[in-house]
């Protein structure tokens, strides 16, 4: 037992040393999105993974067929653009780069573009999506994911503000050149980096973000409120 208070008391003594610069700690985990909960009916549920595919096809799983893939388990923090962190997260999913060995990307493409309801994106650099920490979870902390953090699939990029990481996650857009995303687009950094204090837009730097005039999609794949 005194091995036990003293892991505990080592691991919160070194809680500062993983709070990205500008952030602070909190306890528990915030339930923090834009617009309601959606409702979760699996006989209309998929995941999509489309665009720019080694292929030229899309491919698509239902819900028993994406939990039957590979999972693996992430423990990390989260961090909020405004603001607080949360520590030791367990996270348990699918991990981004067997989606990535699965529907392999054409050789031009440089970024990702997450979808989620009610037409709400993500955008990432391809490399920031291609890391083993980054993950379709399912899970959090040993049980399924609830409603209002994400269920039944939540993007987790760990070394990226949360706002990289939509809940509720239904598609994957392969992209051979970069478009912001739902944030992005309203004033929040393109590649969002904690440790670098990336939060808004007007901290940009040349190449951070895509070239004036980048095109939106048109047509999304989840029409409906952006959350």
Request: hydrophobic share 35%; with cysteine; net charge negative.
């Amino acid at each position: 037992m005194a091995g036990n208070r003293q892991g505990a008391a080592e691991s919160t003594a070194g809680i500062p040393h993983r709070i990205p610069p500008g952030q602070h700690h909190v306890h528990g985990w915030p339930v923090s999105h834009y617009g309601s909960v959606p409702r979760f009916r699996p006989e209309r549920w998929n995941l999509r993974v489309f665009g720019a595919t080694a292929g030229g096809a899309e491919r698509q799983w239902v819900f028993d067929e994406l939990t039957a893939l590979p999972h693996t388990t992430v423990v990390a923090d989260l961090h909020c653009a405004t603001g607080p962190t949360s520590t030791d997260h367990e996270w348990y999913g699918v991990p981004a780069r067997t989606l990535l060995e699965l529907v392999p990307p054409a050789p031009g493409v440089t970024h990702v573009m997450a979808w989620a309801e009610y037409g709400y994106t993500a955008n990432l650099r391809l490399a920031d999506f291609d890391t083993p920490e980054t993950l379709l979870a399912t899970h959090h902390n040993g049980e399924p994911l609830t409603a209002e953090h994400g269920f039944p699939l939540r993007l987790v990029v760990p070394h990226l503000f949360g706002y990289k990481g939509p809940k509720w996650l239904r598609g994957i857009e392969y992209l051979t050149e970069d478009r912001r995303g739902f944030w992005e687009e309203r004033g929040y950094h393109n590649i969002g980096d904690p440790w670098r204090e990336q939060r808004y837009s007007d901290q940009e730097g040349p190449g951070d973000g895509p070239l004036p005039g980048a095109a939106a999609l048109a047509d999304p794949p989840y029409r409906g409120p952006s959350i």
